[in-house]
């Protein structure tokens, strides 16, 4: 079977117009076992790019090193250049809480925290000590950004753990975009969610496109092609010095040419379902 | 596609379906294991009822004689003297002051050291730290009872700070109470912590928090209602404690208004008085049946207390 990419938008530039993020020779190690290597690539302002490839590629791993989450895991260790317009995130003098501020991150599993719907969006404002002139209107916008004010409207001080799966991730997500971050990551946001919830998740990607960057981790080619302006393929190889397999990037380019026309035998392979 | 076909007891010779479904279940060993696993918790059930009833009797006896609002209200705590009087009032207060000082020490001690050791130790730090934290809470209270009274009393309060006070104060006894109960508050609370999902922290990392805006706000109100348990445990550890008050906190029963005050507590009166020469059924002996279950019932209430606290507050995940 053949997957097309059915955002075949021609208006996608052959690249990024705008580069906010671009990583070069990113290397992240978990103590001394490299998880990826040499990646060089840069994500389009207002695009998606999504990230796909076989378990182990270490696609979630550079993901998370895009905005440090990865200093959070003990022993791992980013090397190589990460910068947001121009400015290298692991640099010495820059403190990775700014970085979290500006690039936020929706998880696999949907972690609402154990609040009230009002104050999981409250919080990061509140945290951030953003002034809002009313957090009551924050909250409504966001959530409607969010798509998921209707829902909710009526039962903001209950817990968010009464929500559905597929709502408590769009939860997460209007949590991230409380706080105005430029760019969010998102880690296999529907893997836990059934097909409708995840078309949801997918629909509200593409209206926040217009005023945020993402980029999203996925196991599923098919949401990929739906939703991503821009798709990278990762692969695990043998590392030539160590022999420990590890994520490098095969091939990055418009949806429709991963898709349509690979370059690479093991792009084409992958997204044609021989391996992986 | 699939293969897999209901198997109705094919010729292949296959014992799957065979049998009846209602063979006994337990074997002899089974259920001689269940005997004594009933009988385990039934005796638990049976000593518990046991003492009530054992504080009960002698305690109806002595509201028999001494009207309970005399002993609740009474101001006047004399029982062996010619005119007796059974005003627990100077008991409570001195329970009270024992018991607040020790938790206004061992609360942000306790808390402060489950924070750290949830939230900012290294692992390798924390493994090392924690069991030597449970192991302070093995010292038997007797050793500090002696360290209330002969270091805290006699030499910190008296010699160094040059205190205002006699050979024994409440405030030595609930200062070394609540260093008691310090690793009785952090490791429960610390387990609560720790059992927060790693998901919350990271949630919260993710929108720009750092690491004590987490701790605060995420991850404490998330523990709260171990961290309340660990508190509630720490109160009733400081109500019934005896040994430290009967050794540092002196024996005299009277309202205690400054902590630099001896003052009786109610257990170190139950300790002081059940020598074993009170005559079962006289005044004295009941007397030491309802202070004692007047104790029972301060940490009843507190129990109640705080589920309800509990109930009312926490952030269930």
Redesign the interface.
Request: aromatic residues 10%; charged residues 20%; hydrophobic residues 40%.
């Given at each position: 079977m053949t997957i097309h990419a059915m955002n075949s938008n021609l208006s996608v530039p052959e690249q990024p117009a705008q580069r906010i993020l671009e990583c070069e020779k990113v290397n992240v190690f978990y103590g001394d076992y490299r998880a990826v290597t040499d990646v060089n690539m840069a994500f389009g302002q207002n695009e998606i790019t999504a990230l796909i490839g076989p378990s182990g590629c270490g696609k979630s791993t550079l993901l998370r090193s895009l905005?440090r989450?990865n200093d959070?895991i003990?022993g791992a260790r980013t090397e190589g250049l990460v910068t947001l317009h121009g400015e290298n995130l692991y640099d010495k003098e820059v403190d990775p809480?700014?970085v979290?501020?500006r690039i936020?991150?929706?998880?696999q599993?949907p972690?609402?925290?154990?609040?009230s719907i009002y104050d999981n969006i409250a919080?990061?404002p509140?945290?951030?000590g953003m002034k809002p002139s009313s957090m009551d209107d924050l909250v409504e916008e966001t959530l409607t950004r969010a798509a998921l004010w209707d829902e909710v409207k009526d039962k903001l001080k209950q817990?968010a753990?009464g929500l559905s799966g597929g709502q408590q991730q769009r939860l997460?997500i209007a949590?991230?975009i409380a706080?105005q971050p430029e760019i969010i990551l998102m880690d296999e946001p529907c893997s836990a969610l059934d097909p409708i919830a995840t078309s949801r998740i997918e629909d509200l990607m593409r209206e926040l496109r217009e005023d945020y960057t993402i980029v999203i981790v996925t196991h599923n080619m098919q949401q990929a092609a739906r939703v991503a302006d821009r798709t990278a393929f990762f692969t695990a190889l043998q590392d030539e010095t160590t022999g420990n397999r590890t994520g490098v990037l095969v091939e990055y380019d418009k949806t429709t040419k991963i898709f349509e026309d690979p370059s690479d035998q093991r792009t084409e392979d992958y997204i044609s379902g021989r391996f992986g | 596609m699939s293969t897999l076909a209901p198997s109705r007891g094919s010729a292949s010779g296959s014992t799957r379906g065979t049998g009846s479904l209602k063979t006994k279940i337990s074997k002899p060993g089974e259920r001689v294991v269940l005997i004594v696993l009933r009988l385990a918790a039934a005796l638990t059930v049976v000593i518990t009822i046991g003492i009530i009833v054992a504080l009960l009797l002698p305690s109806i006896q002595f509201f028999a004689e001494v009207p309970i609002f005399e002993f609740l209200f009474g101001t006047r705590w004399a029982p062996r003297f010619a005119d007796a009087s059974f005003g627990v009032i100077p008991l409570v207060t001195a329970t009270a002051w024992t018991t607040g000082i020790a938790l206004l020490v061992a609360i942000p001690l306790g808390l402060g050291a489950a924070i750290f050791l949830s939230e900012y130790a290294?692992?390798n730090l924390r493994k090392t730290l924690k069991p030597i934290l449970e192991l302070l809470a093995g010292i038997p209270t007797v050793v500090f009872g002696l360290f209330a009274l002969q270091f805290v009393q006699a030499v910190v309060f008296k010699q160094w700070l040059n205190l205002d006070t006699g050979a024994f104060s409440v405030l030595a006894a609930g200062v070394v109470m609540g260093v008691m109960i310090v690793p009785t508050i952090a490791s429960i609370s610390e387990d609560a912590m720790s059992a927060v999902?790693q998901?919350?922290?990271?949630?919260?990392?993710?929108?720009?928090?750092?690491r004590m805006?987490t701790t605060v706000?995420?991850v404490f109100?998330?523990a709260l209602s171990g961290i309340l348990a660990a508190i509630v445990l720490g109160i009733s550890r400081g109500v019934g404690e005896t040994m430290i008050v009967a050794m540092a906190a002196g024996g005299q029963a009277q309202i205690v208004t400054n902590p630099l005050d001896q003052g009786q507590t109610m257990t170190g009166f139950i300790a002081n008085a059940a020598l074993g020469d009170s005559r079962v059924g006289s005044i004295e002996y009941n007397t030491l049946f309802a202070v004692g279950l007047l104790l029972f019932v301060i940490t009843l209430i507190i129990n109640y207390i705080s589920i309800r606290v509990v109930r009312k507050f926490r952030?269930?995940?």
């Open positions: 905005n989450m959070l003990d809480i700014a979290r501020r936020g991150m929706v998880f599993k972690n609402p925290f154990p609040k919080y990061g509140r945290v951030l817990s753990f997460c949590r991230t706080v | 290294h692992p999902p998901s919350m922290r990271q949630g919260s990392a993710a929108l720009g928090a750092n805006q706000k995420v109100p998330a952030e269930a995940y």
